[in-house]
């Protein structure tokens, strides 16, 4: 850490310290992630959406709070003096040269190089010397030796790190092939390069819409395509472009612009702004969720519409998040019971965005904590056989806001609603559409949302989609039918940790792409009546390992597992912090890219994958 530029109090001078960096490198090592220093700096520096591009200074392997913080984040490794020179090029690219890098006019790379290789041999241990680290005045401070060493900032834009070696991958999806860098699991960073990432899966046949959070200078631009790479017939929507001052739907790439309205500040590069774009029928609606379109085009031979591209370019990089279309569905029944079963809603996200299919009666829960009690606010959608919809303060509270909305809910489609709080200021209405309700809580008397409940009820069952939450918390039926709805796995990881609540039979498949193959791990848990657990080389092979593993899985509550795999064809499975209860080596070990899960067999689960994004 900067430690001599703090004064007065260091937690005071390290939230000024990520508060003012554009990009913070993190020196990456067991000392590191012991340091509670550090820990308080990183997780201060995530809750701040400041980038982070990691640096491995030793061989270490992230677990517990770093694990989680990191995701699938790329890094770059500088433990060696040849891995530090390998790499560095690559690094200073991911750094951008746009603003002054560690305070040189013209960036001084060699002695940048060397502020790098000091703190990787500081932070593995290599090395008890002073360390020679730039401060963002440019000057070169003496620092003594720190075992509490936080992160380095630096002024320069965040732009994707590369893959090792600088290579992207071309990744097989079921006779599909797409390029994928992905660098979280619902978000996503494009370069400065004006080229389509085809990473998300195929739009479902009932979904016309789709809503994003993308934060850029401007030029942020989406396709509408038949396939997922470019075609010829496909829409371009243009978000921010001439400078941030005009938006555009085009049929095609660098087509001319059929449409175009002025935007001017429609982007930002500081904070995320919440689109959606709507293709039913003839016509093409893009605008911000909850107001009407700013931008409109009926297309009399519409093209077909099954994939979405995203990229940035002409001076401007961006960082996107999707949800991952349709998989986080749950269903509620006729009880009016919330469920709470979504992540605690991030500090920053203050509008979620959902859609739901029932008759009537639909109730959303805003909450403190994870119970339906006390000060909530409770929202009702399609009350009294779907005639007006409410506001109320408390379960079953006085109505402070009602509307009417006839017909708003449908038992055989999906609806999408949007509901937004913001300092007890609450809006609710259709994706696409004003409001239908608003309420101002005033007074400074105000309820915290720090999570969301929904239930239906009084004869009335529902099926949601939360596209906001949940992206790396599913639930899977009892089929036998694997899901792969997670991102790759990064060269790097070895080590998958996830959480499950099944009675029994929860599988997963470790596979070289993301689907079923013929060559694939599979992995059974609590088999047997939950008795024992085992591993196969196939999909319902031949069992290589077993062990008894009475009870290892509840229907109740949640169970922590890992599963590791090296070069070496050594797989092992076990309860998270405990020793593995299944190990196995494999003589012609299979690839392993993409996991897959799923229960059957009499059981239905519910999952998180701590390691993508959670």
């Known amino acids: 850490m900067d430690v001599d530029k703090m004064e007065g109090s260091i937690l005071q001078s390290m939230g000024e310290a990520v508060e003012n960096a554009a990009v913070v490198l993190m020196c990456i090592s067991s000392k590191y992630q012991n340091s509670i220093s550090c820990r308080t700096e990183a997780e201060y520096a995530f809750k701040k959406n400041r980038p982070i591009i990691p640096l491995m200074a030793e061989n270490h392997d992230p677990t517990g709070w770093l694990g989680v913080l990191l995701g699938s984040r790329l890094y770059y490794r500088v433990d060696t003096d040849d891995q530090l020179n390998q790499n560095f090029p690559a690094l200073i690219r991911a750094l951008g040269d746009k603003g002054r890098i560690l305070g040189q006019q013209n960036g001084n790379s060699e002695a940048f190089t060397g502020s790098v290789r000091d703190m990787a041999r500081h932070y593995n241990g290599k090395s008890s010397n002073q360390q020679n680290i730039f401060s963002r005045s440019g000057k070169q401070r003496n620092h003594g030796n720190n075992?509490?060493?936080?992160?380095?900032?630096?002024?320069?834009?965040?732009?994707k790190p590369e893959r090792q070696h600088g290579?992207?991958?071309?990744?097989?999806?079921?006779?599909?092939?797409?390029?994928?860098?992905?660098t979280g699991f619902n978000q996503y960073e494009t370069p400065d390069k004006y080229e389509y990432r085809y990473v998300l899966p195929a739009i479902p046949d009932d979904r016309k819409i789709i809503t994003f959070r993308v934060k850029a200078n401007s030029d942020a631009y989406i396709t509408l395509s038949s396939e997922n790479k470019d075609v010829e017939h496909m829409y371009e929507i243009v978000l921010g472009g001439s400078r941030n001052n005009i938006s555009a739907i085009r049929l095609g790439r660098l087509c001319k612009n059929e449409v175009q309205v002025s935007t001017p500040g429609l982007l930002s590069p500081d904070s995320f702004r919440h689109i959606y774009v709507s293709f039913a029928g003839q016509e093409i609606r893009v605008g911000h969720v909850g107001q009407e379109p700013f931008m409109k085009y009926t297309h009399k031979d519409p093209y077909d519409v099954k994939f979405i591209g995203f990229s940035t370019g002409f001076g401007s990089t961006g960082v996107w998040e999707f949800c991952t279309f349709g998989y986080n569905q749950y269903k509620t029944s006729d009880e009016y019971s919330y469920r709470f079963v979504l992540p605690e809603i991030p500090e920053y996200k203050r509008t979620l965005t959902f859609?739901?299919?029932?008759?009537?009666?639909?109730?959303i829960a805003l909450s403190p904590t994870k119970e339906d009690s006390g000060d909530i606010y409770e929202i009702v959608l399609g009350a009294g056989g779907n005639t007006f919809s409410t506001i109320r303060l408390g379960k079953l509270g006085d109505d402070v806001t009602t509307a009417d909305t006839p017909d708003l809910l449908n038992s055989a489609e999906f609806r999408h609603f949007y509901v937004s709080f913001q300092d007890g200021h609450i809006l609710v209405g259709e994706v696409g559409h004003k409001h239908i309700m608003e309420y101002e809580h005033g007074d400074g008397d105000s309820f915290p949302?720090?999570?969301?409940?929904?239930?239906?009820?009084?004869?009335?069952?529902?099926?949601?989609?939360?596209?906001?939450?949940?992206?790396?918390?599913?639930?899977?039926?009892?089929e036998y039918n694997y899901r792969y709805v997670l991102p790759e796995i990064p060269a790097h990881k070895q080590t998958i940790t996830f959480r499950v609540m099944a009675g029994g039979d929860a599988h997963i498949?470790?596979?070289s792409e993301n689907c079923d193959v013929k060559e694939m791990y599979e992995i059974v848990l609590g088999a047997g009546g939950n008795t024992y657990s085992g591993l196969r080389l196939s999909k319902l092979g031949h069992t290589e390992v077993?062990?008894?593993?009475?009870?290892?899985?509840s229907a109740t509550e949640f169970r922590d597992f890992y599963i590791s795999f090296d070069d070496e064809g050594t797989l092992q499975i076990g309860r998270r912090e405990e020793e593995p209860f299944l190990s196995y080596t494999h003589e012609d070990p299979y690839p392993i890219r993409f996991i897959g899960f799923s229960t059957g067999f009499g059981s239905t689960g519910m999952w998180e994958f701590l390691d993508f994004g959670n």
């Open 355 to 363: 859609r739901v299919m029932a008759a009537s009666d639909v109730h």
């Open 167 to 182: 290579q992207k991958t071309e990744t097989k999806i079921c006779e599909r092939t797409y390029t994928s860098t992905a």
């Open 509 to 511: 498949a470790l596979s």
């Open 449 to 478: 949302v720090n999570f969301v409940g929904f239930s239906t009820g009084f004869g009335n069952t529902g099926v949601w989609e939360f596209c906001d939450f949940g992206c790396n918390n599913y639930e899977t039926p009892d």
């Open 147 to 159: 075992n509490d060493g936080g992160p380095m900032k630096t002024s320069s834009p965040s732009v």
């Open 546 to 553: 077993t062990a008894d593993t009475e009870d290892l899985l």
